[in-house]
C-alpha cells in the first residue's frame, strides 16, 4: 500500500470515529467527588441525561474495590485508568495507560481521552464542546482549571470565594448533595442560580475554614522547607491550599496527614490514614521537585500530579496488620529523607 492510501484509510477511519459519540454505549460514570470530578461527569450527564453517576475515590479504584461496577458501559472520570471501561476520561500524569494498555485498550473497544488538561471537567469540556450547549459552564471552568491544578492565587484563595466553598462542601460523606450540585451543573442553570441554592451551606462553610485554619496553624511545623500539618484523628481535613497559604513562602511544598489509623478507605466518615502532598503554588518561584516520588516511595496506589498527589500511609513492615502512631513516624521520616535529597532525587525532568 502506498504512503497516500495508507492516510486516506487513517483519515476515513479517524473521521468515523469523530462521527460517533464518545458516549455510545455509555450508562454510567464513576467520577472523582471533587469539584473537577463532577463538573467532568455534568458534562457527560448534560449529553446523556440517563446516565447513571456514581462518586468514588481513586483508592477504592485502585485497591480493586470497584472491579464488579466497572465494565464497557462506564465512563471513569478523573481517576485511575482501569482496563475495563468503556470511556476513559483523565489528566492525572500518573495514571496515563502506557502506549501498550492504551492499544489494548482501544483494539478491545475502549475510547480513551486521555489529555494534558489542567483539569478533567476540561478534557470532557473540549471533548463535547461542540456537540452540545454547554456554554453555561464556561464561566466556572476557569475556576476549576485553578483549583485542580494549582492556577489559584493567594488573593483568590484568601477571598474565599463563593466557588471555593462550593469546592469544599463536596465529600463522599454527603452523596445526596453530589448528585445535587452534579445535577445542577447538567441541568444548565446558571452559576449564579446554583451557588444561590446553597447559599446557607456555603456561609456555615466559610466559618468552618477560619475554624479550621487555626487548627491548621497550631498543628503544622515547617521542616527543611516542607511545612508538615498532621491533622490525623481529628477528622478535619485541609486541602494544600490552606496550609501552603497560612506557612508562608518559607514552605516549599506542604504534606498534610489526615485520616484515621483504625480508617478505612470503604468507610468515607472514617477514613484510612493518608497523606497529601502539594506544592506551594503561592510563591513566585514555581516548584522544581517531583512531590509524586513522595507519593510513590512506599505506597504502590499512590499518585497524581507532581504538584498534587496522595497515598496512603504503610505499615513498617508492609504487612495487613493495624496501624500505629510509630508507622506514621516512619513514613514520615522516610518521606523527609527523600525531600532532603530532592536536588538529586526530585527534580521533575
Ligand atoms: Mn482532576
Not at 455510545?24 to 458534562?43: C, F, M, Q, R, Y
Request: net charge negative; with cysteine; proline share 3%.
Amino acid at each position: 500500500m502506498t504512503n497516500t492510501e495508507t492516510t486516506y484509510k487513517f483519515k476515513l477511519r479517524m473521521s468515523w470515529a469523530c462521527m460517533m459519540s464518545p458516549l455510545e454505549g455509555i450508562t454510567k460514570v464513576i467520577t472523582d467527588s471533587d469539584l473537577d470530578g463532577l463538573i467532568a461527569a455534568a458534562i457527560l450527564k448534560a449529553s446523556k441525561s440517563d446516565i447513571e453517576v456514581y462518586f468514588a475515590h481513586p483508592a477504592l479504584l485502585r485497591a480493586g474495590s470497584l472491579d464488579h461496577i466497572i465494565d464497557r458501559h462506564t465512563a471513569l472520570c478523573d481517576l485511575p485508568f482501569h482496563p475495563s471501561c468503556g470511556l476513559y476520561l483523565d489528566h492525572h500524569i500518573t495514571n496515563k495507560p502506557s502506549e501498550d494498555e492504551e492499544k489494548r485498550f482501544t483494539a478491545e473497544g475502549g475510547i480513551c481521552v486521555w489529555r494534558d488538561t489542567p483539569s478533567a471537567a476540561r478534557a470532557a469540556y473540549d471533548l463535547m464542546k461542540d456537540k452540545l450547549d454547554i456554554s453555561h459552564l464556561e464561566e466556572i471552568m476557569p475556576m476549576v482549571d485553578a483549583l485542580d491544578s494549582g492556577g489559584i492565587s493567594l488573593q483568590d484563595f484568601m477571598d474565599d470565594g463563593p466557588v471555593i466553598q462550593l469546592s469544599r462542601s463536596l465529600s463522599l460523606s454527603e452523596p445526596e448533595h453530589l448528585q445535587n450540585v452534579m445535577n445542577q451543573f447538567a441541568s444548565g442553570l446558571t452559576l449564579e442560580q446554583i451557588l444561590f441554592s446553597h447559599k446557607e451551606r456555603l456561609d456555615q462553610i466559610r466559618d468552618e475554614r477560619k475554624r479550621i485554619a487555626g487548627i491548621v496553624k497550631r498543628n503544622t511545623v515547617i521542616f527543611d522547607g516542607l511545612a508538615i500539618c498532621d491533622l490525623s484523628e481529628s477528622g478535619i481535613r485541609s486541602n494544600g491550599y490552606l496550609i501552603t497559604a497560612l506557612a508562608g513562602d518559607e514552605a516549599l511544598a506542604c504534606c498534610v496527614i489526615h485520616g484515621y489509623l483504625d480508617g478505612s478507605i470503604e468507610d468515607p466518615d472514617r477514613p484510612a490514614l493518608g497523606a497529601s502532598f502539594y506544592a506551594n503554588s503561592f510563591r513566585a518561584e514555581q516548584n522544581r521537585f517531583d512531590l509524586s516520588k513522595l507519593a510513590t516511595l512506599l505506597d504502590p496506589t499512590g499518585g497524581g500530579h507532581a504538584n498534587a498527589c496522595g497515598c496512603r500511609i504503610q505499615s513498617q513492615n508492609n504487612s495487613d496488620r493495624k496501624l500505629t502512631d510509630i508507622d506514621k513516624q516512619y513514613n514520615l521520616q522516610k518521606w523527609l529523607d527523600l525531600w532532603s535529597e530532592r536536588e538529586t532525587k526530585m527534580v521533575k525532568i
